[in-house]
């Protein structure tokens, strides 16, 4: 007889370790199940030349610190049972934003901002304030504010365009599925998890949450198979019984929960369902990778995070070109404030920038690989525009583009913020079949986690 | 169980699940969302905790009785009468 679970758990990263954990905490027989050799899907890790990498986090978003009794990451940790400590996450030194002629700072502190945006934008300084009072107010439980435009929002308070602009930047970058605009309700989210909250990391990287996750996980009896990618969802009579995994062996299941994505799971069902038609996600990134053989700092480059753009316009969309240089994100995880005494870790500068998924695709195995060294180059050569010039102390590089994520994590066209139309109830045409990840909900390492608790919460444990 | 016992045992529960929350001077007329920051995900595994304890099953319609110890109390008493205290 063939394994039986109560839940099936489709993918190990974010989402899909944090569901996990809270049903094998409830006792059930769960199985998280991960193509891939090691887990954290979209939030990964990896070493290279003896070289520690991540992939995806920059910065966690929400931070707040020790003893917070409200917000998001509390209450996480609260779900899942996981001290403050054990994360030992540390705020960032402070980051900036930074479009021609104007540098906006801020820093896990809103008034910074709210100084920066009075001394550089005097006459919207009471008009920001305003903003932050109705994003403040903002009831996140209520899904009629989700689809109204963030763009028509903001214009009936900000009126200088390139304040708009400005602000929707680091918005846009750290978590838009939707082209040119975001929905009021994500924009609102974001705006406080990243402005209001606040950005910060873990000395050790992402590795650390997952491997904290994981640690909870077995500790609770969970399973977790790696290198196992199901093939197929198998259904009958209207319900999924298990799934058959790329090496044929089957798995039976009270329910299934899927991470792979929306459409991808639709694709896994073997009942013909047509998938529902909604628009996919479309964008995805580059990201260079530079170590330096000093510290960022040595360089006067004290930013944690800088958000840049060479024109008054922010460009929020697919771009022509294989990647649009014109903006960009320019991470340091050495700028965060970490513990005295910690480890220096190797000076790096990271900058991701919009990229062309169909131009990546179409590349054979040579040219993709001078394509990649071609934007490298120009990647860097925008982004030292705007912070001081690294290019002399480099010592190794990586770089990764829209392939590379369909490599690792499965999501088609490398779509890192999934699709613009999220499933939030995570139900699916099988009434034990549902999803999370970023295709369910909110997106970020507190999003999917959120999603994957959520999602554990309201669909598989009241039975 | 003793209407006490039931009281140390959702105190125990609170602890588990707000573990930084001082418990020493909850006000047991009070409701637990003014005191302690409660939300409706906390309420879900005060019901799980109780149910992967001992097996007693709280259907939805009945968390409302949840609100506050007293309240809790009265509503497990009968629930919990024939339940021996765990160690």
């Not at chain 1, 460009?315 to 294989?322: D, F, Q, S, Y």
Request: aromatic share 8%; with cysteine.
């Amino acid at each position: 007889m063939s394994p039986f679970y109560d839940t099936i758990i489709i993918g190990a990263g974010m989402s899909g370790l944090a569901a996990g954990i809270r049903l094998a905490y409830y006792d059930q027989r769960v199985c998280i199940l991960e193509r891939h050799t090691t887990i954290g899907g979209l939030n990964s890790f990896y070493r290279l030349r003896g070289r520690d990498y991540d992939v995806g986090l920059h910065a966690l978003t929400n931070f707040t610190p020790k003893g917070t009794k409200k917000g998001p990451l509390t209450r996480i940790l609260r779900q899942l049972k996981i001290s403050w400590d054990e994360l030992r996450i540390s705020p960032q030194l402070g980051s900036e934003i930074v479009f021609p002629g104007v540098r906006l700072r801020f820093d896990n502190d809103v008034d910074l901002l709210r100084a920066e945006v009075a001394s550089k934008f005097p006459d919207q300084a009471a008009n920001f304030d305003r903003l932050i009072a109705a994003i403040v107010e903002y009831d996140d439980l209520d899904e009629s504010h989700l689809e109204i435009s963030a763009r028509a929002r903001i214009a009936e308070y900000i009126t200088e365009p390139l304040l708009v602009e400005m602000l929707f930047c680091p918005l846009m970058f750290y978590g838009s599925a939707r082209e040119h605009d975001m929905d009021w309700g994500q924009f609102s989210i974001m705006f406080r998890s990243i402005f209001l909250e606040g950005l910060g990391r873990p000395h050790a990287g992402v590795r650390l949450i997952l491997k904290q996750l994981v640690r909870k996980f077995r500790g609770l009896s969970g399973e977790l198979k790696l290198r196992a990618g199901v093939k197929e969802i198998v259904v009958e009579g209207g319900h999924a019984t298990g799934v058959i995994l790329d090496n044929g062996e089957h798995l039976a299941a009270r329910r299934v929960l899927s991470s792979a994505g929306w459409h991808e799971t639709m694709r896994l069902c073997n009942d013909g369902q047509p998938v529902t038609p909604r628009s996919t996600g479309r964008l995805t990134f580059c990201e260079t990778i530079a170590t330096l053989d000093e510290q960022p700092r040595d360089l006067g480059h004290r930013s944690t995070i800088t958000f840049f753009n060479d024109s008054d316009t922010f460009h929020w969309a697919v771009p022509n070109e294989p990647c649009d240089v014109r903006s960009g994100v320019i991470c340091s995880p050495n700028n965060f404030a970490y513990d005295a005494g910690s480890k220096n870790i190797s000076g790096t500068m990271r900058i991701t920038a919009l990229a062309n998924f169909d131009y990546w695709q179409s590349l054979d195995e040579e040219t993709y690989q001078l394509e990649k060294l071609r934007w490298y180059d120009r990647i860097t050569e925008s982004a030292v525009r705007f912070v001081p010039d690294y290019r002399s102390r480099v010592i190794d590089t990586d770089m990764f583009t829209p392939t590379t994520i369909v490599r690792f994590t499965g999501h088609d066209r490398g779509a890192i913020y999934g699709a613009p139309d999220k499933q939030l109830d995570g139900r699916t045409h099988l009434a034990n079949l549902f999803v999370c990840g970023t295709d369910q909900g909110f997106v970020g390492i507190i999003g999917s986690i959120l999603s994957g608790i959520s999602m554990a919460n309201q669909h598989c444990l009241r039975d | 169980m003793t209407g006490e016992e039931i009281r140390e045992e959702v105190l125990d529960i609170l602890e588990t699940i707000a573990p930084d929350e001082d418990l020493s001077d909850l006000d047991d007329s009070k409701s637990f969302r003014e005191q302690l920051e409660l939300d409706s995900m906390d309420f879900l595994d005060i019901v799980m905790e109780l149910r992967k304890r001992h097996r007693i099953q709280i259907p939805e319609d009945d968390y409302l009785n949840l609100a506050s110890m007293d309240s809790t109390v009265t509503y497990l008493k009968p629930i919990l009468k024939d339940v021996e205290k765990a160690k």
